[in-house]
């Protein structure tokens, strides 16, 4: 098979599609990257769009529609048909310069086959995990799948609104039950969810269910993806492991306590590791003062350190871990206005000879004081 992430420049063909690693990671919607480089490849001329289509076509009915026995089945018959046609021209050790094509054929369609079977079945069951939960739902679902270049506007019946990213599908009721609303998520999709504390809010995306009762946050989770990750903007929601959620809560609110889900806040994020299967909890790349907070004034004249950093707690909603009778003793006159999270914590750090750290998603800061 041709390595990853092999684009064509010259005349190509079917098979060449049907042999190159990246493309079946397309097909089989495996890797998020090859997805996308493989929609701009085809866009870029008429013919492609149709090479790639008749591709995906013949692997449609070469394995998608055939399980598992069906295709041993296939294989087993083929490869005895091989081996015949081998015996017939081989009597002398002079095979494939007669009837070369009937053989050779027949092995391509057992490499496909064998291919297809292998790759649809990757991943250990978790490719299909977004399938298999739309699949056991009572309910009649709504399918919507962002196959454009621009975000993808969903509107529910309960005023929650939802921002698909490219190549991401969600699936949702028409109606929402009276205690719960649920909604399933392959790819990455920004929520905002309505408030409504009698019918908490659940997120189904792969590996992971998030639980809110009235927020914004973003999801990733790509099933080619190896890390899932949530980001809150606003409010806080709960995330917990898929198969801790299905055995020890309720779905209806109450709560197993046996079960606790990672909390994550205003610019707190979690990445899942999927082979691992653990979390990890930290600040956002760039974190933003919280709106609905009032506005801080963040001119400091001889104002203790203590007080400062309260100030920026407050502002963005993050825990910062100081001792309050050390720093109360230190004076910081600063301008921090202008400057974001990271500059304002540097500029105080440097003003009273301190370091800080960012730690499972708290700002720690490390001082010996200020008294001489």
């Known amino acids: 098979m041709k390595s990853k992430s092999v684009r064509y420049t010259v005349r190509v063909t079917v098979d060449d599609l049907l042999l190159d690693e990246s493309f079946l990671n397309y097909y089989y919607r495996k890797d998020e990257a090859d997805i996308l480089e493989w929609e701009d490849w085809a866009e870029l001329q008429p013919e492609r769009q149709d090479l790639v289509r008749e591709a995906c076509l013949l692997l449609d009915k070469l394995s998608l529609k055939w399980n598992r026995e069906q295709i041993e089945a296939k294989f087993n018959i083929l490869n005895g048909k091989i081996e015949l046609l081998l015996e017939e021209e081989n009597p002398s050790l002079q095979i494939s310069y007669r009837r070369p094509i009937r053989w050779v054929a027949a092995a391509s369609v057992i490499l496909l086959l064998s291919i297809g079977w292998w790759y649809f079945n990757q991943d250990d069951g978790k490719s299909h995990i977004y399938k298999e939960l739309v699949a056991n739902v009572s309910v009649p679902l709504i399918e919507k799948e962002n196959n454009a270049d621009k975000p993808l506007l969903v509107t529910l019946n309960d005023g929650s609104s939802i921002l698909l990213q490219k190549g991401s599908r969600l699936s949702y009721p028409i109606n929402f039950t009276e205690e719960k609303r ?10 905002e969810v309505a408030k409504d504390p009698k019918r908490p809010f659940f997120v189904f995306a792969n590996e992971l269910v998030t639980k809110v009762l009235g927020t914004s946050f973003n999801i990733k ?10 980001v ?4 806080k929601v709960s995330v ?10 309720q779905l209806n609110g109450n709560q197993s306590k046996s079960v606790e889900g990672v909390v ?16 990890s909890k930290s600040l956002v790349e760039q974190p933003e003062m919280l709106s609905e907070m009032p506005s801080y004034n963040f001119e400091f004249k ?7 950093f309260a100030t920026i707690q407050k502002a963005y909603g993050i825990s910062i871990v100081y001792d309050e009778e ?18 304002k914590l540097e500029l105080v750090c440097n ?3 301190a370091q800080y750290q960012l730690i499972d998603g708290q700002v720690v800061i490390n001082s010996k004081g200020c008294k001489n």
Do not use: H, M, W
Request: hydrophobic share 35%; charged share 30%.
């Open 240 to 249: 917990f492991r898929l198969d801790e959620i299905k055995n020890s809560i």
């Open 182 to 191: 649920e909604v399933y998520l392959d790819g990455e999709a920004f929520f």
């Open 232 to 235: 809150v903007r606003t409010g």
């Open 221 to 230: 989770s790509y099933k080619g993806q190896k890390d899932i990750e949530v």
């Open 302 to 308: 001889d104002v203790s350190a203590a007080k400062v």
């Open 326 to 343: 050390i720093l109360k003793e230190c004076p910081v006159t600063a301008s921090l206005s202008d400057e974001p999270l990271y500059g």
């Open 351 to 353: 003003a009273i000879e």
């Open 264 to 279: 994550i806040v205003p610019n707190q994020q979690i990445s899942f590791d999927k082979k691992k299967s653990n979390f």
